[in-house]
């Protein structure tokens, strides 16, 4: 199925991540702008989570693509480790169909299962920015009579990145709402590639050392991501 959709898309690269195994799974990256390079792409589980790294006049950006389980035992754990630490000389943006709400007021009927509180967690370790957690939410899903809704489809930027515009507009062909995101490329700092020592002192906080432990662990499975061990 991958392989049709690809040969379909004629304006540019595309990269796909279905299993073939679930209907509710799988989704693709589409692009059409020639100045926007492909360098790597990586699945990281088959189906929900695809890591592709890109390079936006001279300077790199990683963009990680979610498509979350949408039944509740599925979507426990999401592990932190899946949805891939940031490269220190890339600025990570993620966004997709996560398949929970962050807050109560994100969906018609409160529900933030673990699912929500492990991607809560995420947010705060890389220090991303929800740009569409406005007050009062935008729905990305609105049911057809109009009584449920819900805000599942999100765009996490890191702080190296700063969205120009959001909008979401009904799309025909699905109950789910297209949302659009703009982001201002211009004027983004690059990260130079200056020598870079770690304060030691830190290592006297047991709290920081857990964390690391922790962190470790987590991204010895994702060697194959980077260019070499230091990026880890």
């Not at 926007?36 to 990281?44: E, L």
């Not at 929500?116 to 007050?135: C, M, N, R, Y």
């Not at 004027?187 to 906080?205: C, F």
Request: net charge negative; with cysteine; hydrophobic share 35%.
């Amino acid at each position: 199925m991958d392989g049709l959709l690809e040969e379909e898309w004629t304006l540019g690269s595309s990269f796909w991540y279905g299993s073939n195994i679930a209907r509710a799974d799988g989704a693709g990256i589409l692009m059409t702008n020639p100045y926007i390079r492909p360098k790597a792409s990586r699945i990281v589980e088959s189906g929900r989570i695809l890591v592709l790294d890109l390079e936006i006049q001279g300077s790199p950006l990683r963009v990680i693509n979610v498509y979350g389980p949408t039944n509740v035992p599925e979507s426990l754990p999401m592990p932190e480790a899946q949805v891939s630490p940031p490269r220190l000389d890339a600025s990570p943006g993620g966004g997709g169909d996560f398949n929970c709400a962050l807050r109560d007021e994100d969906r018609s009927k409160p529900r933030r299962d673990r699912s929500s509180k492990e991607l809560q967690a995420i947010i705060d370790d890389f220090s991303l920015t929800d740009v569409g957690g406005s007050t009062p939410p935008t729905p990305t899903w609105v049911s057809s009579s109009g009584a449920s809704y819900s805000r599942i489809y999100m765009f996490l930027l890191s702080p190296g990145l700063r969205m120009r515009s959001l909008t979401s507009e009904a799309a025909h062909f699905s109950d789910h709402r297209m949302v659009t995101v703009t982001l201002d490329w211009e004027g983004l700092v690059n990260i130079g590639s200056g020598s870079w020592r770690m304060n030691t002192s830190v290592l006297e906080d047991q709290t920081i050392r857990l964390s690391f432990s922790r962190r470790y662990l987590e991204w010895r499975t994702l060697k194959e991501l980077y260019d070499s061990p230091i990026e880890c």
